[in-house]
């Protein structure tokens, strides 16, 4: 009886080795169906913007699959000496590195205050912060554009890179205040009887801890500003106007030219899609991380 049953086991982890592999190959076929889907608005796009405008008003951007000859670079080179589209670029750079490093920085200083130190009215400060969480943009739009107008901030970068920080504190503060929150205390305990001092806490061991988190904010910060035009429509003029809204004046001017537009609008959407895969693993880490703490 033992024999059978020995030999038997054997035999049923054989036959579940390929209803395994059978499951992996499925949802691997799956997530890569996902994924052409996924990327294939991007595609057709990157495919538009390198076809002639004529071409891409006689037949639609897959003919180009069977048909290779007919891209080309010229809208990215007439795009390139566009230099309302290039400034656009840059304002567009120069508004969202500056939000996202100052989002993390203020928001990792702040949430590691929230999580481990003591001072008066640390919570009912922290539940401002978090009550602050469902006040919509739109209804600080124009008490602040009156605001920055009487400072002189009206119309610039450093007026959009201010709203923009503003706005995006109080969910960076909230989720980075959680997330060192879970960081064992013991650990910062033993940190502080080796004499470390707050400072040499923070900096030595809750950012390197906090890394994942840190990262998924920065990428979510990153994106939110490089794609916003609501903000930057009303707040920055046309020295100081990003891609999007560079690319929303052309579309006005010039309706359906799709030879502007699609090179102009690929510019903009392979930026953060460069910045998305870059990071993915720090992304993936920092989604996951509650979920195993």
Request: net charge positive; glycine share 8%.
């Amino acid at each position: 009886m033992t024999t059978a049953q020995g030999t038997a086991a054997p035999r049923r982890r054989t036959a579940a080795r390929p209803a395994k592999w059978l499951s992996r190959g499925v949802i691997q076929v799956f997530l890569l169906v996902i994924g052409l889907i996924w990327l294939t608005p991007a595609a057709g796009l990157f495919l538009s913007s390198l076809r002639t405008e004529e071409a891409n008003a006689s037949s639609g951007w897959w003919t180009a699959l069977t048909t290779p000859g007919q891209l080309s670079l010229d809208n990215y080179t007439s795009l390139l000496k566009d230099s309302g589209i290039v400034q656009a670029f840059w304002n567009t750079v120069l508004i969202s590195v500056p939000t996202t490093l100052a989002v993390v920085v203020i928001a990792a200083l702040a949430g590691y205050a929230f999580a481990w130190m003591e001072f008066p009215g640390r919570d009912w400060i922290f539940l401002v912060v978090v009550a602050m969480l469902v006040v919509p943009v739109q209804i600080g739009l124009l008490p602040v554009a009156k605001l920055f107008g009487a400072l002189g901030l009206f119309g610039s970068i450093p007026g959009v890179v201010l709203f923009h920080t503003a706005y995006g504190l109080p969910f960076a503060i909230f989720l980075l205040r959680n997330y060192f929150a879970e960081i064992p205390k013991e650990m910062l305990e033993a940190a502080r009887m080796d004499g470390g001092g707050e400072w040499r806490i923070f900096s030595q061991l809750v950012l390197p801890l906090g890394r994942p988190a840190i990262a998924s904010l920065a990428i979510f910060q990153f994106l939110w500003v490089w794609n916003d035009m609501l903000v930057a429509l009303l707040f920055a003029d046309n020295e100081s106007q990003p891609l999007t809204v560079a690319l929303q004046s052309q579309m006005r001017q010039f309706g359906s030219n799709i030879g502007v537009l699609a090179p102009g609008a690929f510019l903009s959407l392979i930026v953060p899609l460069i910045v998305f895969f870059v990071f993915q693993r720090h992304f993936v880490q920092g989604i996951m991380a509650g979920s195993v703490k």
